[in-house]
């Protein structure tokens, strides 16, 4: 699947997107934030507040319980605000 990042999220990863293929172990988004948690001392930080993370399964905002089998792209994203 393909994992695309955005704003501060980026920034503190790295880089924009990269293409992963999760352990079979990792069956929802909740499952997927904490995974890539464990990738590096970059993923940590930038996930390091999972709540505050805001995630879209192919375009689609999704709940952290929300299964992750079969989706192409994953957003991650911090809260956005209006104005």
């Known amino acids: 699947m393909k994992l695309r990042y955005f704003a501060w999220v980026r920034e503190r990863i790295g880089t924009a997107e990269e293409t992963v293929e999760p352990p079979d172990s990792v069956a929802t988004v909740g499952d997927l934030l904490g ?3 464990g990738r590096g001392e970059t ?6 507040e999972p709540d505050a993370i805001r995630v879209a399964l192919d ?3 999704a709940e952290r319980d929300a299964p992750i089998a079969g989706v192409r792209e994953v957003a991650l994203f911090p809260p956005m605000t209006g104005g």
């Not at 993923?43 to 390091?48: D, M, N, P, Q």
């Open 35 to 37: 995974w890539l948690q």
């Open 43 to 48: 993923y940590a930080f930038a996930l390091a």
């Open 59 to 61: 375009q689609d905002h």
